[in-house]
């Protein structure tokens, strides 16, 4: 279950990544980069177990992801050194989650699409 969240945070991570490269056209990629893409995307998918916690209302989980993943950023831009502003950060983060939600909503509705021909299909029979 942790390797299973820990590789959908990276599929969808690197998926994201790749995108903003397209658009951002950067030169190169140091190898400080690719790691801190692969870890922050294992990270944020190791951390959607806040979601399954009954007790905490959705909202709730969103803003401790979030803040989760913001102190995960930092400590890796402290321990790094790759020179990160706040505000930049913020706003950088607050977007690619938004959009990397936008994602993963629209994943979860083709599944369940999915499921749903597939139970009446099988209701048919």
Known sequence: M???????GLGTGSFIFLLIRIFNKADYLSTKTIWFVLLLSGF???MTFIFDIEGISFLLAVIIHFAAILLFVFMFDLFQDLGFSFLSVLTSSAIIYIFSYLIVYINMIVTTKKLNSYVRRINKK
């Not at 942790?2 to 959908?8: E, N």
């Open 44 to 46: 944020i998918g190791l």
């Open 2 to 8: 942790i390797l299973k969240r820990i590789f959908q």
